[in-house]
């Protein structure tokens, strides 16, 4: 399975700040997508990462609030803007194995806003 | 939309029991389930899987029961270890191309 690395693994951050989190997998994916995961909830679809064009986010996600690169097949990122107590969750990274449809995750990066 | 739930928030068990952990989804056109096991501070650990054609799978001390006329999915676990204690999910697929939607949770304690 692939390796996922996500940094940063934790953060506290100010109200109205933005934070960038960033996704590195070892091999090369063609999709890659983020979640939300509230505190003692599921974990909730944001966005597919599109290599090369815009992400494709799901209902009560949009781009001004939760931008996604994904530059190449290894690397993806999510930023979190102006954010609020209410950004306050674990925000995870995850990839489709080539061939099996098999989900792997991120360590996540578990987010504290003030 | 659709949606994946979990019968039970929370399960106890006994070290050594058999413990099993329920899922109902509501999208029968959904060909792909996995389950997911969520330690504390942690990102959740892929753990079996299933496709729409089969109706049981096995795994290491783990199986996963496919009812499509119900649309019920289930988790079992053989003599469970307190290394078991968790919080379980399962996830549905659409279609291939498409990301997995997840159920609610269900939060195993195996106690010794």
């Known amino acids: 399975s692939a390796v996922i690395s996500q940094k940063p693994s934790r953060d506290i951050c100010q109200r109205g700040t933005s934070l960038t989190i960033q996704c590195q997998v070892d091999?090369?994916?063609?999709?890659m997508f983020w979640y939300r995961q509230q505190p003692g909830q599921s974990l909730t679809l944001i966005a597919t990462a599109n290599q090369g064009s815009e992400a494709t986010y799901e209902s009560g996600f949009v781009i001004d609030k939760f931008p996604i690169s994904r530059p190449n097949l290894t690397f993806s990122t999510l930023t979190v803007s102006n954010m609020s107590p209410e950004d306050s969750s674990i925000y995870l990274c995850s990839v489709e194995d080539q061939g099996s449809e098999k989900l792997f995750f991120g360590s996540g990066t578990q987010l504290s806003v003030l | 939309g659709e949606s994946v739930g979990l019968h039970l928030p929370t399960l106890s068990v006994q070290e050594g029991d058999n413990s099993i952990i329920n899922c109902a989804y509501s999208n029968s056109a959904s060909d792909y389930f996995i389950w997911y096991k969520q330690e504390s501070g942690k990102g959740p650990q892929f753990i079996i899987d299933?496709?729409?054609?089969?109706d049981k799978r096995q795994g290491q001390r783990v199986t996963v029961l496919l009812n499509k006329t119900v649309k019920h999915l289930s988790l079992q676990i053989a003599a469970t270890q307190p290394g078991d204690s968790a919080v379980y999910f399962c996830?549905?697929?659409?279609?291939?191309?498409?990301?997995?939607?997840f159920g609610k949770g269900t939060t195993l304690s195996v106690s010794s």
């Open positions: 091999s090369q994916v063609t999709m």
């Open positions: 299933i496709r729409s054609n089969m």
């Open positions: 996830a549905e697929k659409f279609q291939a191309g498409t990301a997995l939607i």
